[in-house]
């Protein structure tokens, strides 16, 4: 079931990038997910972990001895914890799965034809726009 909800949305964004996807396209996109050493349990443990460290950064965020400064810095090493937890076992993980995800794009992308390529080119032109029209705004 998990395999399914996370092909899903595998599929939805790689035809949001590509457009449609072949057969073909779509097999090799569900053999990468198989292969993927997905552990929920693993995850469900970072994600308490970052609630109780958002729980305690909004507790020390009320302390009316702390100075703007010290409030920013508990900010800032809060979303630093979010990108390199402190979780070392955790942290393996995202980086094995981030880097099977990489190899899984890249093997999509070999087989895309011309007209996939160009889908995606535009795709990727117009959420540039996108960012650079928020940050105009």
């Not at 800032?76 to 942290?91: D, M």
């Amino acid at each position: 079931k998990q395999l399914d909800a996370r092909l899903e949305k595998t599929e939805d964004f790689a035809e949001k990038m590509y457009g449609g996807l072949s057969d073909a396209q779509l097999t090799l996109l569900k053999q990468r997910l198989e292969q993927a050493d997905f552990n929920p349990a693993i995850s469900h443990k970072e994600i308490l972990r970052r609630n109780n460290d958002a729980f305690n950064i909004l507790t020390a965020l009320q302390n009316p001895s702390l100075t703007i400064d010290e409030k920013i810095q508990l900010v800032k090493a809060g979303f630093g914890r979010l990108y390199n937890s402190p979780n070392q076992e955790y942290q393996r993980y995202a980086d094995k799965l981030t880097n099977h995800t990489c190899e899984t794009m890249a093997s999509l992308h070999a087989s895309t034809n011309a007209q996939q390529k160009l889908h995606a080119k535009n795709w990727l032109q117009d959420y540039m726009d996108l960012v650079t029209d928020m940050q105009i705004k």
